[in-house]
T-cell receptor, first 114, second 112 residues
């Protein structure tokens, strides 16, 4: 049972435009969410996170939105740059005693077209 | 600041052997987690250590084990290797459990 789902395996966006990557989760116990970017032959690089007490978090060109009622989060990249071409993973975890590791989605391959 | 360091980067073993992978976390980070990445299953949580204690374990057989030392460095061990253990093994560290995890570049394990 996949608790974190990224339904778009790939996404192509023109340079300078907005990239929107989506992620859905099913476990209502998740309260901390993260986005990672991964290039081939490298480990995932942390981008941005959000706690369930917030609905938005910004860091430069990256903004993450959380809709708890819909169990949905999205990552917005504005403006998109060629170096943003990578695989993006959504991850979630539950906090508190006995917290588990991160549960990852299968990833979305973002391709920025010049 | 040095990142998470994993050794070796590549490893080739045969079925039935055992293997030990090493991870040095970011300086000051006390939490270390291990993940397995395969094309079919994606990134899956193996286990998490904090202050030398295993806090959580994912849904993997007992052949997969780990430990953490007093300097926060961690090792994971896989015994009686199977073909399906071929994967990228990633280590991640964080200052505490509720801080973002930062990943190393992984160890690529191939089982022949």
């Amino acid at each position: 049972d996949q608790q974190v789902k990224q339904n778009s395996p790939s996404l192509s966006v023109q340079e300078g435009r907005i990239s929107i990557l989506n992620c859905d989760y099913t476990n209502s116990m998740f309260d901390y969410f993260l986005w990672y970017k991964k290039y081939p032959a490298e480990g995932p690089t942390f981008l941005i996170s959000i706690s369930s007490i917030k609905d938005k978090n910004e860091d430069g060109r990256f903004t993450v939105f959380l809709n708890k009622s819909a169990k949905h989060l999205s990552l917005h990249i504005v403006p998109s740059q060629p170096g943003d071409s990578a695989v993006y993973f959504c991850a979630a975890r539950r906090s508190g005693g006995g917290a588990d590791g991160l549960t990852f989605g299968k990833g979305t391959h973002l391709i920025i077209q010049p | 600041k040095a990142g998470v360091t994993q050794t070796p980067r590549y490893l080739i073993k045969t079925r039935g052997q055992q293997v030990t992978l090493s991870c040095s976390p970011i300086s000051g980070h006390r939490s270390v987690s291990w993940y397995q990445q395969t094309p079919g299953q994606g990134l899956q949580f193996l286990f998490e250590y904090f202050s030398e204690t295993q806090r959580n374990k994912g849904n993997f057989p007992g052949r997969f084990s780990g430990r953490q030392f007093s300097n926060s460095r961690s090792e994971m061990n896989v015994s009686t290797l199977e073909l399906g253990d071929s994967a990228l093994y990633l280590c991640a560290s964080s200052a505490t459990w509720n801080q973002p995890q930062h990943f190393g570049d992984g160890t690529r394990l191939s089982i022949l």
